[in-house]
């Protein structure tokens, strides 16, 4: 990393975007041997509040009959009303472009709140039934109540929450254990709603760059785009009328092929080309099925190990040519 970051260095003196003088501080500055703890104390904060909210999960659904249900409303609303109170208090405001806090660790009170807010609401509606029998309601409710802060804030991690409260809404639970499970491949009416709800991610993402509107909230919208569709494409290839996912496969693979280097993203990239290359695969499988022949067999039997080196090679030339770009102007 080191030597990446002096190269890198070196380039963009020898282009001209560093002065002699400048490229001399930061190689006398390199010398002095200093290193920054703050992204790792950011996670260990990040951590906490983790460990924090779920615990209050844990010990509400523990002691919900030995202590009481208005005892444990109120410690939990008094704990989200003090973190939205400081938060508010430290932020400067809603507006359009990024801001940051003076302190990072305001960014982390709001998701405090944030999580507390829904541990709240999902407890006021388990217990007293608020919204009636239909749990659908309380995440939608969630999902405008996180998209607010969000927005407010300037937090994406909160965005999250809210794009995630959104899928569940409409009967899709994120998680690694629900697609472990099969959750979307074993409704395919899911699908549908998540290529629906993806597309709309879509939209808002298309517009807030557009628009300029928290212009970064794009990659938030982006990866959850993604995955939604990839995950429902893969399911629909798999189901009796798979071939009216290949178009969508195909379609979904070239727009996210192309943002990702339009905005620069590696991350992107990559996951685009493994649901592209798992759905390619799909689609294969589909095509030797219908001809289901000995000789194509052991054909592709043979022709397998070859597939899968080439299939390595093509991935990793096609990053580094990918990250070749994103560097072209300090090569």
Not at 110 to 120: E, K, M, Q, R, Y
Not at 222 to 231: D, K, M, P, S, V
């Amino acid at each position: 990393m080191e030597k990446q970051e002096e190269y890198f260095t070196e380039r963009l003196a020898s282009k001209g975007f560093v002065t002699s003088e400048q490229h001399n501080e930061i190689k006398q500055y390199r010398q002095l041997g200093i290193f920054s703890l703050n992204s790792e104390l950011l996670f260990f904060v990040y951590v906490s509040v983790l460990l924090f909210t779920s615990g209050v999960g844990i010990f509400v659904y523990k002691n919900i009959d030995s202590i009481g249900h208005l005892a444990i409303l109120s410690a939990n609303f008094v704990l989200m009303l003090l973190s939205f109170y400081f938060s508010f208090k430290k932020a400067k405001g809603f507006s359009k472009e990024e801001f940051l806090f003076d302190n990072p660790m305001y960014d982390y009170l709001v998701l405090t709140g944030s999580i507390l807010a829904c541990i709240f609401i999902g407890y006021v509606q388990y217990q007293f039934a608020v919204f009636g029998k239909d749990y659908g309601l309380v995440s939608l409710f969630l999902a405008v109540l996180c998209f607010g802060v969000a927005y407010y804030f300037d937090n994406k991690s909160v965005l999250s929450i809210a794009i995630t409260a959104l899928a569940t809404f409409i009967g899709i639970t994120i998680t690694p254990q629900t697609l472990l499970q099969n959750e979307v491949y074993s409704n395919p009416q899911l699908s549908y709603y998540g290529l629906a709800l993806g597309a709309v991610l879509i939209l808002i993402m298309e517009y807030t760059i557009r628009e300029k509107f928290k212009k970064h909230f794009y990659i938030v919208y982006a990866t959850f785009a993604l995955n939604l569709i990839g995950i429902c494409c893969i399911a629909g290839l798999l189901e009796r009328y798979w071939y009216l996912f290949i178009f969508i496969m195909v379609l979904a693979f070239y727009y996210f092929y192309k943002v990702s280097h339009q905005i620069l993203s590696t991350f992107l990239l990559v996951l685009t080309l493994l649901y592209g290359y798992v759905g390619f695969n799909i689609f294969l499988g589909r095509i030797i099925g219908l001809l289901d022949t000995p000789n194509i067999i052991e054909l592709i039997i043979y022709l397998l190990p070859f597939y899968v080196f080439g299939s390595i090679y093509l991935f990793i030339k096609c990053i580094r040519k990918f990250n070749n770009e994103k560097h072209a102007g300090i090569q």
